[in-house]
């Protein structure tokens, strides 16, 4: 058994809508050789599809002249999945949609693999490896270019009857809301994300950092004083704070796992965000939930496909 573990490794790969990250990963959360490249998505399906597969067929001949194999590959990707593995939609992804990603990567490089929504595979690498270590039900929320989630109960990852749960940032917050990308309005991820808080504050006409007034120059401003980019973080977390108070409510959930860009700023939004949650929720679920920042950054997703993917490999006969 423990020969078993010393041999083999999984393949984990964070497909974005911009990069491309893929490692090679020991079962305890080691990333043993990584490749990061630009995901190119306009080269086309085919032409990325075989630049996808080289590079893992590179890391898995990378895991056998270290004399270990390759035993599973996990994928997260930025889109919703159906139960039989195809990319149903991705708007960061159109190209790939209709694709049964996991079923090509299996194919091609000669592994068993499993394919997940981006958000989900975030939420698995802190639950296994991160700030959701110690719990066993919590919620991850990534807050970056939208704002994804991934629910974790008893355990194991909560992803509903279609393989579409969890969709924390489409809650709605404002019933009379600005619109979203989804066709609803007012949802949470027009408030919160990194694209929402370069939007607000741009309309409150917070002055540019070096040019840029993305959602880090805000930030910047926000602990410069600036009381109009410190209202946009604290509208964003007021937001986050009404939509968690209702989840707080339903699961009674041990923590709540800040990543993304924008969790960098945590400190300026978590006091708007503890008054919601405290406010609106029932004491003894408000009290017990603890609001955490993610700690492994980029690597939550290659870390969590990675995970997936040794369950995966578990569930199988163990390789030769
Ligand atoms: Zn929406």
């Known amino acids: 058994m423990a020969g078993r573990d010393l041999e083999t490794l999984c393949l984990g790969v964070d497909l974005g809508g911009t990069n491309l990250r893929c490692a090679l990963v020991a079962e305890d959360g080691v990333i043993v050789e990584r490749h990061s490249l630009a995901t190119d998505i306009g080269s086309g399906r085919e032409a990325f599809l075989d630049r996808l597969v080289a590079h893992l067929l590179e890391l898995k001949h990378g895991a056998q002249k270290r004399g270990r194999q390759v035993s ?29 990603l996991a079923q090509e990567v299996a194919r091609r490089v000669g592994v068993p693999t499993i394919a997940l929504n981006d958000a989900n595979a975030s939420a698995v690498g802190e639950q296994r490896y991160g700030a959701g270590r110690p719990f066993a039900s919590s919620l991850m929320v990534t807050l970056g270019t939208g704002v994804g989630a991934g629910l974790i109960l008893d355990g194991r990852l909560w992803t509903g009857i279609d393989g579409v749960a969890a969709e924390f940032g489409h809650v709605t917050v404002e019933p009379e809301g600005r619109r979203c990308g989804c066709g609803n309005r007012g949802c949470l991820e027009q408030y919160a994300s990194a694209s929402a808080i370069a939007a607000l504050a741009a309309e409150a006409n917070v ?45 009674n959930l041990e923590a709540v796992v800040l990543g993304g860009g924008v ?29 955490l920042k993610g700690v492994l950054g980029d690597d939550a997703g290659i870390l969590g496909a990675a995970a997936t993917a040794y369950a995966v490999a578990a569930a199988r006969p163990a390789p030769r």
């Not at 009381?227 to 964003?236: I, S, W």
């Not at 609106?280 to 603890?290: G, K, M």
């Open 72 to 100: 599973a590959a996990g994928l997260g990707v930025p889109g919703l999945f159906s139960n039989d593995g195809v990319l149903r939609s991705s708007v960061n992804l159109v190209a790939l949609e209709g694709v049964n």
């Open 207 to 251: 002055a540019p950092l070096s040019g840029r007034l993305d959602a880090a120059a805000v930030a910047a401003r926000a602990r410069q004083g600036c009381p109009k980019a410190l209202g946009v973080y604290r509208r964003a977390g007021s937001y986050l704070g009404i939509a968690l108070a209702s989840v707080v409510n339903l699961l």
């Open 263 to 291: 969790a960098e700023s945590f400190g300026l939004l978590a006091e708007a965000l503890h008054r919601e949650i405290r406010e609106r929720a029932f004491p003894i679920p408000a009290e017990r939930v603890r609001v």
